[in-house]
């Protein structure tokens, strides 16, 4: 079958390294207990300030995960 539906989740990661590293972590963690994922979006990119440099990036993600045949 090659018509397929999707859920939409969200889910913020976040890392000190980078915003795709948030991403990555997002992803990784998400893919331990949810299956199919498929694709994703970045709807929102943010930040925590420490001593006038970038503590913590965060990172809004839609993920798409293939429902089941």
């Known amino acids: 079958m090659t018509d397929h539906v999707y859920k ?3 889910l913020t990661g976040s890392s ?15 893919s331990k207990t949810l299956r199919n994922l498929h694709w994703f ?3 929102e990119t ?5 001593d ?3 503590a913590y ?8 995960l293939r429902i089941d045949d």
């Open 8 to 10: 939409q989740i969200e």
């Open 57 to 64: 990036w965060q990172v809004t993600l839609k993920v798409g």
């Open 46 to 50: 943010r930040g925590q300030i420490e």
């Open 16 to 30: 000190t390294q980078s915003s795709d590293d948030a991403v990555r972590v997002a992803l990784e963690k998400a």
């Open 41 to 43: 979006q970045v709807t």
């Open 52 to 54: 006038g440099k970038v």
